[in-house]
């Protein structure tokens, strides 16, 4: 029986670890591990032209 039970809890973390391994790529890719920004966040000159374009488009009505 006990030796069973390490079968499984064995089995089960590697069963785990495997899914975790593709889980984590995509989150460090975003930034949500690892503590920097996004690649594709709007920063200096990009970030003034959007409040610009959303301004305009208040003007416009």
Do not use: C
């Not at 996004?38 to 000159?45: D, L, R, S």
């Amino acid at each position: 029986m006990r030796n069973s039970l390490w079968i499984i809890i064995v089995i089960m973390s590697a069963i785990m670890g495997y899914m975790l391994g593709y889980a984590t790529s995509p989150m460090i890719e975003t930034g949500l591990i690892g503590g920097k920004p996004a690649p594709h966040a709007a920063t200096g000159a990009g970030k003034k032209e959007l409040e610009q374009y959303y301004q305009d488009l208040f003007k416009e009505k």
